[in-house]
């Protein structure tokens, strides 16, 4: 006899409303995911990134976005992340985060009150929700993860991340060791 889920269930409603204390607040299948404010390192990461991918993405206007957390993307009422990272279709970027419904990279950097939340959660609810590429940062193990929808296993990338925002695009790559050698210690 399997046991009753009695695990509290809350709602993107719910969620929204709680007062602003640091933590970072997300919602996976009505699953509340709790995380407090990012290391330095993690933003260090982050924000390296973010100049890589911004970078790539201006030498092809009107293509895509890049946005940074905090966010509030949701596809229902019992699901509500934050990407550290994520690109948009340029058209669906709005006044509203209630508009995004498209991922075409969604990026988490990974620390270990998060690894759970990203690593499990968050990474089926992508898959689940088509999102084209996810990578998982993981600066202490200086790896990348990469998966897409139909994966069962990520690639495991220790060298350069790689990815297009269109089939036709140029390709990104990232220099993993360049990235990690930036980090403090």
């Known amino acids: 006899m399997g046991m009753p889920d009695t695990a509290r269930r809350y709602t993107v409603d719910e969620v929204l409303a709680f007062p602003s204390d640091g933590n970072r607040y997300e919602l996976v299948d009505g699953e509340l995911l ?5 290391s330095f390192k993690h933003q260090v990461v982050v924000s390296d990134l973010a100049i890589s991918i911004g970078h790539y993405l201006k030498q ?21 992340v934050q990407p550290d990272l994520f690109v948009v279709p340029a058209g669906e970027v709005t006044s509203s985060w209630a508009s995004i419904k498209t991922l075409l990279l969604a990026v988490e950097v990974v620390s270990p009150s998060s690894a759970r939340g990203d690593r499990l959660a968050k990474r089926r609810l992508y898959q689940r929700q088509g999102v084209a590429a996810y990578w998982i940062v993981d600066p202490d193990a200086r790896l ?15 060298d350069t991340l790689r990815w297009r925002v269109t089939p036709e695009a140029p390709e990104l790559v990232i220099d993993l060791g360049e990235l990690f050698r930036a980090l403090p210690e």
């Open 34 to 38: 709790v995380t407090p404010a990012p």
């Open 60 to 80: 092809r206007p009107g293509t895509a976005r890049l946005l940074i957390a905090p966010a509030d993307i949701s596809w229902n009422r019992e699901q509500l």
């Open 144 to 158: 990348g993860e990469v998966w897409h929808p139909e994966d069962a296993r990520p690639e495991i990338v220790t």
